[in-house]
């Protein structure tokens, strides 16, 4: 029965179709009206079911069973009352048949061991349990995702709440850190270092240009910073295959940004108004 | 000798067993021929195949072209030796008409048959011996019309397997539902389940067995019956029977209506306009 639930054939979607054309067409009264004489020969209708009739013969040769109600359904469009209409009247016919055989003694259902050929063939019915199993797997698979779908949206809030409080301890530490470097630069050396961090060595300018003329540990002069990070940037010795080329790495390394440095007043003036430039010929020949 | 001990045995015969040996003698032959016309599409010829494994007392005849003479059936059908011929009519390469008669005396019906499902649909999931006998389960609203009773005493005839047919076998695993419904028959197939659906052991003995359906599903809409096999004077026409022809001619012309009324109405506005010229302006001219 549960079959019925599913989508129609071609034939029926036609033969609907076709049902509610001459519903429609009914209507407007364009098909051609029905004649008004019907031939009903009831009463030679009735002799001849009489004269063709086997009503003598025993029940086990006729195998008939007329159900106790007629079947009345409301809408011939319902598949679902309908066909549940006809699996009643079926169900009520075998079990009066049953009934039947028994009286009759014959056997009514064939015994276990009884094999023979049947109706639809082994293959045609693994294709319908194929069929049956992919639909189950079907409905399973479409759950499954469904599933899915309301994880990764938890999983993406759960992510971001992560992502934000990793930021927070960042901040937090970096702080920390600050602080520390102000006290220690306003001579408040009481404190023990608690990080063990250079914290004189990292990216202040005032020393770099103190440090020119330092002999290095062969007595060689090291060269000024800016020679420095040229040559780490075009390179000084060594081999400079691929090295001089970007790649996902050094894209995405975002170290040497620093949000605040690139948001500060001193920064941003700096771009926008670039270094004096060198005016303009006629400018100068004025001035001159 | 032999005939003195025949007769000798005759005497002393048992009632019963004459009975019996009456009832055998009593045994309804039943065979159908089974005709397709030609153009009949593979819907409709795997219907017919169907039909022709469910009924084991059937015979399979080529496709003839009997548009003209149609009483040719009739010598077909004392060719093969068979009683009744379900002769599938196909028209326009869509329409299937099924005749059912009883050849040669008669009667015969002719039926519109619609809405044609086959057991090769995957829907269907039962199965049942090849030959076995079916129930036949009639509707109540099969007694209420003398041409009703006509119908379902045919389809008894024919649909029933007669007890030990030729490759019949003595078990009954399916059921026939004929049922009326929207003054048409409906016919659907199923198969008696007797096991547990979970277990597959045994069910109570009290519990009801369950339906599985097997196809194949069709509708009989009546046409007419005649009082012959294939001809004859009309008993009884269907008053609501519409030929698809009709329906289909009627659909045309709604669409063609559409351009007609068009048409129509720019013909009436310029009729309209042309009998009621606009009046002249007297003061049309006085600016100029």
Redesign the interface.
């Given at each position: 029965?549960s079959?019925d639930e599913?989508s129609y054939?071609e034939?029926?979607m036609e033969?609907e179709e076709?049902a509610l054309?001459?519903a429609a067409?009914q209507s407007?009264n364009?098909?051609?009206q029905?004649k008004k004489e019907?031939?009903?020969?009831?009463a030679?209708?009735?002799a001849?079911?009489d004269e063709?009739?086997?009503k003598s013969?025993?029940w086990?040769?006729?195998?008939?069973?007329?159900?106790?109600?007629?079947?009345v359904?409301d809408k011939?469009e319902n598949d679902l009352d309908?066909?549940l209409?006809?699996?009643q009247?079926?169900?009520?016919?075998?079990?009066r048949?049953?009934l039947e055989?028994q009286k009759a003694g014959?056997?009514?259902?064939?015994p276990d061991d009884?094999f023979?050929?049947?109706?639809?063939t082994d293959a045609?019915?693994a294709?319908?349990r194929q069929?049956?199993l992919d639909q189950q797997k079907g409905i399973q698979n479409s759950e499954e995702a469904k599933k899915q779908r309301e994880l990764r949206k938890y999983g993406k809030k759960i992510e971001q709440e992560k992502l934000k409080e990793r930021e927070d301890q960042k901040k937090a530490s970096l702080d920390k850190i600050a602080t520390i470097k102000k006290r220690l630069r306003s001579g408040d050396l009481g404190e023990v270092d608690d990080f063990e961090i250079d914290v004189d060595s990292d990216g202040d300018g005032g020393k770099a240009k103190g440090a020119r003329g330092k002999k290095g540990r062969d007595g060689k002069p090291t060269a000024n910073k800016k020679r420095q990070l040229k040559d780490e940037k075009f390179g000084f010795g060594g081999k400079k295959r691929g090295l001089r080329k970007n790649t996902a790495d050094s894209t995405s390394d975002m170290s040497g940004f620093s949000q605040k440095r690139n948001k500060s007043a001193n920064f941003s003036a700096v771009h926008k108004r670039g270094k004096t430039k060198r005016p303009g010929k006629a400018k100068r020949q004025r001035t001159n | 000798m032999a005939t003195l001990y025949k007769t000798a045995k005759s005497e002393y015969q048992d009632v019963d067993d004459v009975l019996e040996e009456r009832?055998k003698r009593?045994?309804?032959k039943q065979r159908i021929l089974m005709v397709a016309s030609r153009g009949v599409t593979y819907?409709q010829r795997h219907l017919m195949n169907d039909l022709e494994?469910?009924l084991p007392h059937c015979k399979k005849e080529s496709k003839v072209e009997a548009k003209q003479d149609i009483d040719l059936l009739n010598e077909l059908a004392e060719i093969q030796n068979c009683n009744n011929v379900f002769y599938f009519e196909s028209r326009k390469h869509q329409d299937l008409y099924l005749w059912v008669a009883?050849a040669p005396s008669g009667?015969s019906v002719k039926f519109h048959v619609?809405?044609?499902?086959t057991?090769?649909?995957?829907?269907?999931?039962g199965?049942?011996?090849?030959?076995?006998?079916?129930?036949?389960?009639?509707?109540?609203?099969?007694?209420?019309e003398?041409?009703l009773?006509?119908l379902?005493?045919?389809f008894?005839?024919t649909f029933?397997?007669?007890?030990g047919a030729r490759k019949s076998?003595?078990?009954?695993?399916h059921?026939f539902?004929f049922?009326?419904?929207?003054g048409r028959i409906?016919f659907?197939n199923?198969q008696?389940v007797?096991k547990d659906a979970q277990t597959g052991g045994d069910m109570a003995k009290t519990a009801?067995?369950?339906?599985v359906?097997?196809g194949p599903r069709f509708?009989l809409n009546t046409i007419r019956?005649f009082?012959g096999s294939f001809g004859g004077p009309?008993?009884?026409?269907?008053?609501?029977y519409?030929s698809?022809n009709?329906?289909r001619a009627?659909?045309r012309?709604?669409k063609a209506t559409k351009y007609a009324s068009r048409v129509a109405d720019t013909q009436d506005r310029e009729a309209r306009v042309k009998a009621n010229p606009l009046p002249v302006d007297p003061l049309k001219d006085v600016f100029e």
């Open positions: 029965m079959d599913h054939d034939a029926m033969d076709t054309e001459i067409l407007e364009l098909l051609p029905p019907f031939i009903n020969h009831k030679a209708l009735r001849l079911v063709i009739s086997q013969l025993k086990i040769q006729r195998c008939d069973v007329t159900s106790s109600e007629p079947i359904v011939t309908r066909e209409k006809f699996y009247q079926g169900l009520e016919a075998v079990v048949a049953q055989v014959m056997p009514f259902s064939r009884y023979a050929e049947m109706v639809k045609h019915m294709r319908i069929k049956l | 009832e009593s045994d309804v819907r494994v469910l009883r009667p619609q809405n044609i499902h057991m090769d649909e995957l829907k269907m999931t199965n049942c011996l090849r030959g076995s006998r079916p129930v036949l389960s009639f509707d109540a609203n099969f007694d209420s003398p041409h009773q006509l379902k005493e045919i008894t005839q029933g397997v007669p007890k076998k003595p078990f009954f695993d059921v539902t049922s009326v419904v929207d409906w659907r199923f008696i007797e009801k067995p369950t339906l359906e097997i509708v019956i009082e009309t008993l009884y026409e269907n008053p609501k519409i698809p009709v329906v009627a659909v012309s709604q």
